[in-house]
């Protein structure tokens, strides 16, 4: 069985709230944390076309980036349009979590996906909002049961830098031990001094997901009592809104409009800047990134992507010589839809629970153009 707080956890591990910007309302929204879910429906954000197919879907809960409830409410009026999708939501016994900008700012969240969905590489932050809080864990591992406990380490988390997943370090050893009445040992026997092979294990972890890789280890660790330890790494690296990158070989700003229009299924753009001039260097921000025109220009940019740019930004980047392009706030951010399906998907296929996770199909952008 799933509850609420489960599904929350997952979506903590991955982008915890403390990594959101100040006063973002994120988090489980609407409902209760202790109400079981059978279906979750990942979207965008909770639209009547959303809450329909959720209803039709027979699901309990709904995993968004827009917060519903981003201002708060002073009643709850059938005759106000949101005020009445909030009190359906209720009345279905639908619940509401939201990852914003914790899933902009998290390493691997929204950023990161349009960056490798537009084939940017390597990338660095655009904007930083703070730092990583890691630790360094270590345990000891009979030499055959090694490769299962790494994967149990990074599938909750551990080993995550920059680009790079699953890194560890290993080092081969001696454990010994003596089994004391009372104990179940996996290899040896009661009273006997026991000589194994072992490999020491060490990778890295945010100080907010040490106990589920703790638990992780202890899963996939066939000793009774296996030896785990954390200390506080000297390392600590930036994270934040936006990324900068390049293409292996530069591309004119007509190609890239084409990349992104092909990309992120968008027929038409707005664009900013000269159709033939070579880019080398491209920054990006999902959602609203006019705000970090001023960035991405410091950054040495020559184009930035991102959505909802307004009139005098793009004077600000046309003065500045850098190109732009409007993806628009729904296209640059659904890539989320996806990415967060899959990952709850894994999430209860590695606990061995069931959970029937679904990308909304209803979900469309606001605007048509005609």
Not at 30 to 43: C, F, K, M, N, S
Not at 122 to 149: D, I, M, N, Y
Not at 330 to 353: D, I, N, P, S, W
């Amino acid at each position: 069985m799933v509850v609420v707080k489960q599904v929350a956890s997952w979506m903590e591990a991955w982008a915890p709230r403390w990594m959101a910007m100040q006063d973002d309302p994120v988090g489980l929204g609407i409902g209760d944390p202790q109400a079981t879910v059978e279906t979750v429906l990942v979207a965008l954000e909770v639209t009547p076309a959303v809450l329909e197919e959720a209803v039709a879907q027979h699901a309990q809960l709904i995993v968004t980036h827009h917060a519903p409830l981003f201002h708060r409410l002073a009643s709850l009026n059938e005759a106000d349009a949101h005020q009445r999708l909030i009190r359906r939501l209720v009345e279905n016994g639908i619940h509401v979590y939201n990852a914003h900008t914790n899933l902009d700012i998290a390493p691997g969240g929204i950023n990161d996906l349009l960056a490798q969905r537009l084939g940017l590489q390597p990338t660095q932050l655009l904007a930083p909002t703070g730092h990583l809080r890691l630790l360094k864990v270590v345990t000891f591992v009979p030499s055959q049961a090694a490769e299962a406990v790494r994967m149990a380490m990074a599938e909750a988390g551990a080993g995550f830098m920059g680009a790079y997943s699953h890194t560890t370090f290993t080092a081969s050893g001696t454990g010994r031990f003596l089994p004391t009445e009372g104990a179940h040992p996996a290899i040896g026997t009661v009273g006997r001094l026991e000589e194994v092979p072992e490999e020491r294990i060490e990778s890295i972890v945010r100080t907010d997901q040490a106990q589920a890789v703790e638990k992780a280890i202890r899963r996939a660790h066939p000793y009774e009592e296996p030896a785990i330890d954390f200390f506080e790494e000297a390392f600590s690296p930036e994270i934040g809104l936006g990324r900068v990158g390049s293409t292996p070989e530069p591309l004119t700003l007509a190609e890239w409009v084409d990349r992104v229009r092909e990309r992120l299924n968008l027929a038409h753009l707005a664009v900013c800047g000269e159709l033939e001039r070579p880019i080398h260097r491209v920054a990006l921000c999902g959602g609203s990134g006019g705000s970090l025109i001023g960035d991405a220009i410091a950054a040495g940019a020559d184009l930035f992507i991102t959505g909802d740019i307004n009139h005098h930004a793009a004077w600000e980047a046309n003065e500045a010589g850098m190109a732009l392009i409007d993806a628009t706030h729904y296209a640059t951010e659904q890539v989320m839809v996806e990415a967060v399906t899959t990952y709850l998907r894994r999430c209860a296929k590695q606990e061995g629970l069931t959970l029937r996770v679904e990308p909304a199909q209803s979900a469309v952008p606001p605007f048509s153009m005609i």
